[in-house]
C-alpha cells in the first residue's frame, strides 16, 4: 500500500466488499441513504467522526493509515530524542512511534535494494538507530528460517 496519497473513500468501499457487509445495515448504522454512502466512496477524506463509526462497523483501524503516512512522510523532529519536552501538552505523550509490518518490510526493501543507506532511512523516517538494527536482524533470521530445509 503507498501511504503517500490515502483515497479513504477507495479503502472503505474495499473493506465493505471484503466484509460482504450488506447495505441496510450500512444504511442503517450511518442513518443515511445508500446514496449518501455511495459518495462517501468516492471521497479522497472523509470526518474523523465518520472515519470513527466505519472503523468500528468494519473491525478495522484506518486511523493506522494515516499514523503511517505520518511515520513516513512527516517524522516528528527528535532532536532531543531522549529528553522530556520543556514545555508540557495537556495532549497524551506517545513514546514510541507505531511501525507494522507493511511500514517494516517497506523500509527495509529500501535498504536491500540499495535505494538508500541505513543513515539516509534514519535520518528521512526518524527511526532509531537500535531499532533499524533489530529490525535488519529479524529479518534476516527469518529469512534463514524460510531457506532451512524442514528437518525430518
Partial sequence: MAYKNIHIGSL???????????MTRITRFF????EEILNQFEK???YCEDLLKWSKLLEYDFFRIYTQHLILHAPQRNVN???????KSSLPQFRKNIYTKE???????????G????????????IPKTTLYKWISKH????????????T
Fill in 12 to 22: 472503505l468501499k474495499e473493506r465493505v466488499e471484503e466484509s460482504n457487509l450488506d
Fill in 103 to 113: 511500514i517494516i518490510e517497506f523500509i527495509l526493501e529500501k535498504i536491500n535494494k
Fill in 81 to 87: 530524542y531522549n529528553k522530556a519536552p520543556t514545555k
Fill in 140 to 151: 534476516e533470521k527469518s529469512l534463514i528460517k524460510k531457506n532451512d530445509p524442514p528437518s
Fill in 44 to 46: 479522497n477524506d472523509i
Fill in 31 to 34: 442513518k443515511c441513504s445508500e
Fill in 115 to 126: 535505494k538508500m543507506s541505513k543513515n539516509e532511512v534514519m535520518e528521512q523516517y526518524n
